[in-house]
């Protein structure tokens, strides 16, 4: 009895220090060499700040001040309230709480007939005809891609579709003030092709696009 306690405690130290110890900072020390930028989270920085991350959604918008109070305006649950900021490409719609909260990553479990799920939906194809129609008279919700009202399965999804982000092209040229043409070059630039050439869609990095335009435009 002794003997086996004994060689199970022996046991349990021996494979903590190499599982839990040895491996992580030998795993970790070769991706720090082999591919450091995939392995610090693709963090992307202006000037020496950190202004976010190439895989990992955010929100460009302007947060909403009470009139009455001139205080920021939060919701029930104390976050704040925001809106698009109109001068930039917006990502994708997110399921965390709040929008593109890397720390929660989630997805809905409900399916596309759920109540919810259509409700959701709805709401943001009317939040998305808000913002873009005025930009671009002639779009309908037939023509809005999927990718713009319906979350991803990470809920932080940092890429919209290269269809997106042509829609939203005629509202930033229009506030900006650039040629079409020019922001439309823009997002060709950003728009990455499938994953090792078959894996899934095109998609256009949101927060790279959005430097770039800040680049030329001198954030205005």
Known sequence: ??????????????????????????????????????????????????????????????????????????????????????????????????????AAS????????????????????????????PYDPGLTTAKIPVDAVNTSASGIDPDISPANADIQAHRIAAVRKLPLARVMSLVARYTHGRGLGFSGEPGVNVLQLNLALDRITGGH
């Open 106 to 133: 989630a997805f809905s479990n409900a399916g596309p007939n759920n109540i919810a799920t259509e409700q959701a939906i709805a709401a943001n194809i009317q939040a998305y005809l808000s913002l873009e129609k």
């Open 1 to 102: 009895m002794r003997k086996d306690i004994t060689t199970s405690a022996i046991g349990i130290v021996v494979l903590t220090l190499l599982l839990g110890v040895l491996y992580p900072l030998v795993i970790t020390g070769i991706s720090q060499v082999a591919f450091p930028g995939n392995a610090n989270g693709q963090k992307v920085y202006v000037a020496g700040k950190l202004v976010g991350s190439k895989i990992i959604g955010q929100q460009f918008t302007d947060q909403v001040i009470n009139k009455k109070t001139g205080k920021p305006q939060v919701d029930k649950n104390g976050n704040p309230v925001t809106v698009p900021d109109p001068r930039y490409f917006q990502t994708r719609p997110s399921a965390t709480v709040p929008a593109d909260n890397a």
